[in-house]
């Protein structure tokens, strides 16, 4: 598998389903479809282009891929983490206000 390949697959997957997600609009639509068309000619073209390694290869760049994956997952963690801890006062703040004049009712 070529890392290169599977990591700029899985980084437009990213993005065109982030687009999916968060934009509601027949632009984002297009777009998302082009970048998730790529991410998957990403797939094949790493697929094909592990056939043509030998093993060693292939197990060094699995364990290319392993790290890129644990970087995503570890950023992604402290992201969290960091934008909660900063907007949690403000969030909560919110949900009060808009409780104190009857818009919502909201249980956390």
């Not at 697929?47 to 760049?61: D, L, S, Y």
Request: with cysteine.
């Amino acid at each position: 598998m070529c890392p290169i390949c599977w990591i700029s697959g899985f980084i437009a997957a990213l993005f065109g389903g982030s687009f999916i997600a968060v934009a509601n609009h027949p632009i984002s639509w297009i777009l998302s479809i082009i970048l998730i068309s790529y991410a998957v000619y990403k797939f094949y073209e790493a697929k094909k282009r592990g056939k043509k390694m030998n093993k060693e290869t292939k197990n060094k760049n699995k364990k290319t891929i392993f790290r890129f994956i644990q970087g995503v997952v570890v950023g992604s963690i402290a992201t969290v983490i960091i934008f909660y801890g900063l907007t949690y006062k403000e969030h909560e703040r919110m949900h009060d206000l808009l409780e104190k004049h009857g818009i919502e009712k909201h249980e956390h």
